[in-house]
């Protein structure tokens, strides 16, 4: 998913960095995770604009996994794990080339719609919106006050999932519940993957060779977790996931749209606990729920066997994403584009075909053979004939976080 070349370890990193001045160009991102810690450090010399250029030079990344078991206790053992592996490449945390360090945050709330230098007070703001994720904002608070200590005088950016989603008009953002609940409990469509969201549709309509303010997308991003959005000229209009991730396509392990009164028959008729719903419509639905598995990868192995539980859960995660194809189509009027993003969308040739074959009559027309062939960087799979490009875009949401974070301590006086 990543078209852009790693500058070999240890070697020569200054020089591979292709800034030889030695200003402080480079942004380390962090994605802490519940029990991994992902990194990667980014140089951003050719300018923050480097979003849709792809000029972002990958210095190095790592993954420190199975936080909590074994050697490593916690993140902040985690962090200086991470730390150690890139001062071993000569890429230490104390270089003076460093400008930021960019934090993946997955919830911002309302508040926060922009990405946001970490002060005392927007780390308490972060932590009250934890009960809105609770599985993830913990541990990205954890590695914002982890990073802090290992240098206190850098400047640490948090980067939202929810932020590209802001823009979402009210009637779109809120549920058709009691609005005074609604607003005592912060219920509203968030929507979350809006670093990809973001990063895709600029560089779709890169693609198309037009301004993102003059083109509408539809962005399909299918990793393990799934959502689509509606962006109309650049401004999202419309997203899949709502208060939580657990709304909208069929993902790995969640259910996504499902009949809310499930909950409460599973609760009455089955007498699970609120907690064991929740495991089971967030860790064991979605295509692993339907057939056993949740790697599209193996449910293509399986149904290519003439399993019928591959098939079926191929044909619900389809039906799904044709049925939001449509909708969005509806939400936008004109759709100039649908990109195919993340693990599934950037790799399973069926996926795509499925979703949108037999669309002629929205104008999309998505081209076998083009879609079919393997290939690294984004590209134009449909028809000559279709009046809708579709397009497979590689995300690069640490990019676009570095993008961010960089652009933002570049605005920021001394
Ligand atoms: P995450 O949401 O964890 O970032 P990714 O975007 O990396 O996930 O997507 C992971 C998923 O992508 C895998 O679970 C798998 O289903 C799917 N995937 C990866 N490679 C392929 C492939 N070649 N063909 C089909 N699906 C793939």
Redo the contacts with the bound molecule.
Sequence with gaps: ?NDRTEASSAAAPEAASGNASGAATRVLVLNSGSSSVKYQLLDMAGGAGTVTGGRGALLASGLVERIGEGPVADHAAALRQAAGELADRGLGLDSPRLAAVGHRVVHGGTRFTEPTLVTDEVLAEIEKLVPLAPLHNPANITGIRVARELRPDLPQVAVFDTAFHATIPEHAARYAIDTATADAYGIRRYGFHGTSHSYVSRATAALLGRDPDQVNTIVL??????SASAVRGGVCVETSMGLTPLEGLVM?TRSGDLDPAVIFHLVREAGMPAEEVDTLLNKRSG?LGLCGD???????RRMAEGDDAARLAFEVYVHRLRKYVGAYTAVLGRVDAVAF???????????RQAALSGLTALGIEIDPVRNALRGGGARLVSADSSRVAVAVVP?DEELEIAAQAYELVGAVPG
């Design positions: 998913m991003h299918l990793g393990n977790g799934a790995g295509l949740n790697d599209m990868r193996e449910i293509g993003t993340a693990g599934v969308g950037e790799n399973s040739v069926a996926v995300t």
